[in-house]
């Protein structure tokens, strides 16, 4: 059964647009029914972040899940990482995420998790569209079965002492000057008490959400507003947040955008070298940097990659027993802690590498000379653009002129109408020829399918 809903990360799109509050019932009915299993009373975890829809999304999928006989408990705007934790800390039988991640205020979306805290598998998801697209009337819970719904007081207080309980007891943050930037979303009032409570000293950006800012100018998809509070401040660090803190991006002291690829390049060293790797390697996606695979070959670390999506990269983690994985965007998977990216945990990481070896952040996150990597996107309105002759003719020869020291990269995006188009290679001339050639090739096809 083709996939209506469901995308690389959940359900996401306009709110009041895919994401209405007849979906959003719907969808608590039907993942009420599918996580129904035993006896017990069963119940669900709902978090949000800032964005003025989540209240109406909120709202609908209490109804869906009570009406289906499942308790709910509403923990109100917290990160992503937060609610994949509770709905195993607090037994519950299934997990809600309310959020678009790094998206506009106008998007909204749904994650689900599984009791065990991870993301739903194809299978699962494939079952909830299923009923969807079914009458559940039928399946509704009796009068006296229905369910109940309250709100949890303690949420932030949980998943900061989780976040802390990260570090080595040794470590401490005294001395550190550090600008957390929270992109007006969901971890506003976590990330800097945490931080504050390790010893910081915190300066905070991006934490007066009004409903409509989140992300904008601000978190981990715009630097530069952290960039310019670091140099401001003469801060140590700049740490840069997403809408729901499932991810994260760095800034050193000089206001230097650190990615995904180098801080994994840090955390791997640092595990490597405390033995604390589960297996010599770690797991990225397509997108991650030749330079950082090159480097960690150097290292002895090999790094298969997967197709991008962070849910793909834990899928391959848990099959082949890695412990450490990410994307080059800043979702970074550390299972020992988490069974989703978290934003915090992994910046507390690299906080404790650059505490250890008492270096600027500068020196600490370079360990590789990243390859010049050129990435644009393609918008389209309808068929399939890949698929003209000229297209693939030009994949071709992009890939043909790059060799073996390159590579190409084509895919389309999984929350938007994009194809996204990447090139690398050691020449940054020669890469941003084949990216544009591509391009042009592309937008052609998808003119003429218009």
């Given amino acids: 059964m083709s996939r209506t809903y469901f995308g690389t990360d959940g359900i996401r799109g306009r709110a009041n647009g895919l994401i209405t509050p007849e979906l959003a019932l719907k969808v608590g009915q039907a993942a009420g029914l599918v996580f129904q299993r035993g006896e ?49 800390s607090m037994r519950s039988d ?65 998943y900061i002492e989780f976040a802390k309980r990260t570090l080595p007891r040794a470590i401490s943050l005294e001395g550190m000057r550090i600008v957390v930037d929270c992109a007006n979303g969901a971890a506003y009032k976590v990330a800097p008490e945490a931080l504050w409570e390790l010893g910081a000293e915190v300066f905070s950006i991006g934490v007066e959400p009004n409903g409509f800012n ?53 955390i791997a060293q640092s595990w ?85 070896q008492g270096k600027p952040v500068s020196e600490v996150c370079s360990l590789f000379e990243p390859l010049p990597q050129i990435l644009k996107n393609v918008r389209y309105s309808g068929g399939q653009p890949l698929q003209g002759a000229h297209v693939k003719a030009a994949i071709a020869e992009g890939e043909a002129r790059l060799g073996k020291t390159g590579r190409v990269l084509i895919r389309p995006s999984g929350t938007e109408p994009l194809i996204r188009v990447m090139a690398e290679g050691d020449d940054h001339g020669l890469v941003e020829s084949v990216v544009d050639d591509i391009c042009a090739a592309v937008k052609a096809s998808a003119q003429a399918a218009e």
């Fill in 40 to 88: 017990h009373r069963h119940r669900v975890v709902i978090g949000k972040d800032t964005r003025l829809s989540g209240y109406m999304i909120e709202y609908a999928m209490v109804a869906g899940f009570t009406s289906v006989g499942m308790d709910v408990l509403l923990l109100g705007p917290v990160p992503t990482p937060a609610v994949a934790m509770l709905t195993r």
């Fill in 94 to 158: 299934l997990g809600v995420m309310i959020s678009a991640s790094h998206n506009l205020f106008e998007d909204n979306g749904i994650k689900l998790f599984g009791p065990d805290g991870f993301k739903l598998s194809d299978d699962v998801e494939r079952e909830i569209e299923s009923l969807l697209q079914s009458d559940l009337s039928p399946q509704l819970a009796k009068s006296r079965d229905l369910g109940r719904a309250k709100r949890i007081e303690s949420v932030h207080a949980r």
């Fill in 214 to 266: 989140i992300n904008q100018d601000v978190g981990s998809t715009s630097p530069d507003a952290l960039a310019a509070k670091v140099r401001e401040m003469r801060a140590d660090i700049g740490i840069a947040l997403d809408g729901d803190a499932d991810r994260v991006l760095l800034v050193d002291e000089s206001g230097h955008v650190i990615d995904g690829d180098q801080l994994m390049a840090v």
């Fill in 272 to 356: 490597k070298e405390d033995g604390r790797l589960s297996k010599p390697g770690i797991v990225t996606t397509v997108m991650s940097n030749l330079g950082l695979e090159r480097y960690l070959n150097s290292i002895g670390l090999e790094m298969p990659r997967t197709a991008v999506g962070d849910r793909y990269v834990l899928e391959y983690m848990r099959e082949h027993g890695y412990n450490m994985g990410g994307e080059q965007s800043g979702h970074i998977i550390l299972s020992d802690y988490a069974t989703t990216g978290d934003g915090l945990v992994a910046a507390l990481q690299l906080l404790a590498v650059v505490q250890r």
